[in-house]
């Protein structure tokens, strides 16, 4: 959110109000409150009027220190809130035990293990140090309230045009990453970043999953605790400064300092939720009908029949929105008029041994035999006046289903416990992203701005539930859209792409920040799904989507068997199966650790290396775990450009060896891709 005019000036019509001193401090058990006013006490009479901000300042855990900037607190708190794993007395502003604080006539300290927050009392400012080294700091107006629309006097200003403002300071060399799943450029310094859910694609800056939260390359995060809109400014309105902003008259974030980025994201995740841990089968290959393909019983038999007839392993078959009637999205019936015997179906891929997985999505279309009964039931998400919220995007009279209704979450999931006694396995759980804000009421009076983002927090958490309850271990979603916490229920994709390099890449991008804002596995459509990749295209994305975590063929208009592509491509995809299911046993090993620590198995390289200056841009390779180098070759002619770090490797195919410390510059045919393993006895 951006209020300045260059150095010196504020756009036309803005005030900014910001702490001139800590004028008042009070220690209590479980926090620190300052009052800071802005404007500079001389008198008495300088205490009459303006604006003070209330700061809390607390310790959640330890190596973590808690801000909360207040200017008045007396509005109507409306949820929801991110579900943070914090005892209830820490989730209201204390700490998790008192914190250890003191002062003298300049400065107050604020310690949480290594952490320590310093306060200098006027002018007011702060900084935070890790082991007595400085990490980040607000200079005296980088925290502020800035009213726009500001007639000059406060008494005569409208509501509604207020915002909470704070800046962290950018040293020379720090680099931000994370955010989401942002598929840009890599690193996040001179980006403007707008934390609001949104269907985009994979070539925009709008992004399914935005996670209020970036990770520095000094061995901190970030975490703004703040379900709604955020928007920060990465090294761009102050290119030496990170800003965070939120609409309203609180600020509440959280400082994470770790002696790592991993372990940053360790902490981070022991507060919004550890990955849960996906089952074996789900690391397999998974086949689509793509969707808006033509298909029937005898569609999907051929293609899982001509996948064994080639040999080439498959684990799941999934049904893409077709499998209902068009019109009828979401009436979780089957289309009989394609799928006679749908029970059938499923039973005859299981004796085949794959898992099924169908597409589902938390919208009810007007033809759906469901509107009636979520419209009567008061199941939808409503207008003010009362009436259903409807819109014809997507399907026609399309409504939403209101997940703060408990008996509105219990009936939906009832339709998809059906589709599990049937014989599904997992679901796809597309959407979640364009929920609406205006004239909007759910049943609990949740807040419209708060839930825009999370919407699909209730959503897959519901659905993720419900496959725990059924299925135990063998839970798993393949979902879309995330915001913080959403990692628990694992997997996620990387959304539309189209079917060519530079989408590949845009991928690649998306998936290596979504990585580092405290997810554990990723996804992305095998092949692109906008258009039809060429043969070309096709069999350099296999080779990537099979050393990601999680696999799938899917396309839209187009099937993604690879035998209509070419017959290379038949044995280009089979070849990388193979390789993928000769390293499951590293898989779920590595698996089962992000589950415990919430390190990524998907790892950017500068997260891997982070002492090494080579690594901090690269945005074309990544760490399979901490053993595997890929490296995706995103050119027809085969080449592949990529930086091996200092150790000793071995070159997966060739079993050349490397010390590493290189550049390199290779011609890669269909069988083949950059694949190095780390000799290191740690990996």
Not at 75 to 85: I, M
Not at 88 to 110: K, N, Y
């Amino acid at each position: 959110m951006r209020y300045e005019n260059g150095n010196w000036l504020l756009q036309e019509g803005v005030k900014d109000f910001y702490p001139r001193e800590a004028f008042e401090i009070h220690r209590e058990k479980d926090r620190l409150t300052i009052l800071g006013p802005a404007v500079d006490i001389r008198t008495k009479a300088d205490i009459q009027s303006g604006v003070v901000l209330t700061i809390e300042i607390s310790v959640p855990c330890r190596d973590v220190i808690r801000v909360r900037a207040i200017h008045h607190k007396g509005g109507l708190v409306k949820g929801p809130e991110f579900r943070l794993k914090l005892p209830e007395e820490v989730l209201a502003g204390g700490s998790f035990e008192e914190p250890d604080i003191t002062e003298d006539e300049e400065t107050i300290r604020v310690c949480s293990g290594e952490l320590s927050m310093v306060i200098k009392k006027k002018p007011w400012s702060f900084a935070f140090y890790r082991k007595g080294v400085l990490q980040a700091k607000s200079e005296p107006r980088d925290l502020a309230y800035v009213k726009f629309n500001h007639t000059g006097d406060l008494f005569y200003d409208k509501p509604g045009d207020a915002w909470m403002s704070q800046r962290l300071s950018l040293s020379v060399d720090e680099l931000i990453y994370g955010l989401g799943e942002r598929f840009g450029p890599f690193v996040k310094n001179g980006q403007s970043i707008v934390i609001r859910n949104m269907d985009g694609g994979t070539c925009s800056d709008q992004a399914y999953k935005n996670i209020p939260f970036y990770l520095s390359n000094r061995n901190y995060g970030v975490f703004v605790n703040h379900p709604e809109t955020v928007e920060f400014e990465v090294g761009t309105e102050q290119v030496a400064k990170c800003g965070f902003a939120v609409k309203g008259e609180a600020l509440d974030y959280f400082f994470i300092s770790g002696d790592s980025m991993k372990d940053v994201l360790v902490k981070y995740t022991d507060i919004t939720g550890k990955p849960a841990l996906p089952p074996e089968w789900s690391f397999g290959l998974w086949l689509s009908t793509s969707f808006t393909t033509d298909y029937d019983t005898d569609t999907v038999m051929s293609f899982v029949n001509g996948m064994f007839e080639r040999g080439i392993p498959l684990s799941v078959f999934h049904f893409d929105c077709f499998w209902m009637q068009g019109f009828h999205w979401s009436d979780f019936l089957w289309d009989r008029k394609m799928f006679k015997n749908p029970k059938g179906l499923i039973k005859a891929l299981k004796e085949k041994g794959l898992k099924v997985c169908v597409w589902i999505n938390p919208y009810i279309a007007q033809a759906s035999r469901l509107f009636d009964e979520g419209r009567d039931k008061g199941y939808l998400i409503r207008r003010n006046d009362g009436s259903v919220w409807q819109w014809d995007m997507w399907q026609p009279g399309l409504a939403i289903v209101d997940f703060t209704n408990p008996e509105a979450k219990a009936w939906y999931l009832s339709k998809l416990k059906a589709l599990l006694d049937m014989g599904v396995d997992c679901f796809k759980t597309d959407f979640g992203e364009r929920i609406p804000t205006e004239d909007v009421q759910y049943f609990d009076g949740s807040d419209p701005e708060k839930m825009h983002n999370f919407y699909t927090y209730l959503y897959n958490e519901a659905v993720y539930d419900l496959l725990k309850q059924e299925k135990g271990d063998d839970a798993v979603v393949f979902a879309r859209s995330a915001t913080a916490g959403t990692q628990q229920f694992p997997v996620h994709w990387g959304g539309d792409c189209h079917a060519n390099y530079d989408s590949m890449a845009e991928s690649l991008r998306g998936g290596l920040s979504f990585m580092s804002s405290g997810f554990g596995y990723w996804a992305h459509d095998i092949g692109g799904f906008e258009d039809t990749a060429t043969p070309d295209v096709y069999k350099r994305w296999v080779a990537f989507g099979l050393l990601s975590t999680h696999s799938r063929l899917h396309g839209s208009s187009s099937y993604r068997v690879p035998w209509l592509f070419d017959e290379e491509a038949v044995q280009v995809l089979k070849f990388f199966t193979e390789l993928k299911m000769s390293l499951m046993p590293y898989l779920v090993k590595e698996a089962k650790k992000t589950s415990e620590t919430g390190i990524p198995m998907i790892r950017p390289m500068a997260l891997e290396f982070p002492e090494d200056m080579n690594c901090r841009y690269l945005d074309r390779q990544y760490m399979l775990g901490p053993k595997y180098l890929v490296a995706p070759v995103f050119s027809e002619t085969g080449e592949a450009s990529y930086y091996l770090p200092k150790g000793r490797w071995r070159n997966y195919f060739t079993s050349e060896i490397s010390e590493g410390n290189e550049w390199r510059k290779e011609q890669h045919d269909y069988f083949s891709i950059p694949l190095w393993v780390r000799e290191d006895p740690e990996a």
